[in-house]
Nanobody, 115 residues
Framework: QVPLVESGGGLVQPGGSLRLSCAAS????????LGWYRQAPGQARELVAQ???????NYSDSVKGRFTISRNSVKKMVYLQMNSLKPEDTAVYYC?????????WGQGTQVTVSS
């Protein structure tokens, strides 16, 4: 069983929106926290949003106010609603536990923001 499967990426114009989804196995979902990460070409992977089991959320300064992370405990899904997208948001987006587990990195989903 693949532990994490991301979907929902695509090409969007600046100012547009996308909603990313991540299907997580029960073992990962019931852990302490989950996060969305991204990696742009030539850059290190970075954490952009995290959510803990109690609902606490935290965001990187670069996405604060534009992105919203949420989770559905019944479906074992984690979502990232991305609004007011900018070209600098272009990256491959991944979900993982927070802190991340090296064994859980999946293929990610490509987000491209361009006119």
């Amino acid at each position: 069983q693949v532990p994490l499967v991301e979907s929902g990426g695509g090409l969007v114009q600046p100012g547009g929106s996308l909603r990313l989804s991540c299907a997580a196995s029960g073992t990962i979902f019931n852990g302490n926290g989950l996060g969305w990460y991204r990696q742009a070409p030539g850059q290190a992977r970075e954490l952009v949003a995290q959510i803990r089991s109690g609902g606490f959320t935290n965001y990187s300064d670069s996405v604060k106010g534009r992105f919203t992370i949420s989770r559905n405990s019944v479906k074992k899904m984690v979502y990232l609603q991305m609004n007011s997208l900018k070209p600098e948001d272009t990256a491959v987006y991944y979900c993982n536990s927070q802190p991340p587990n090296a064994l859980y990195w999946g293929q990610g989903t490509q987000v491209t923001v361009s006119s």
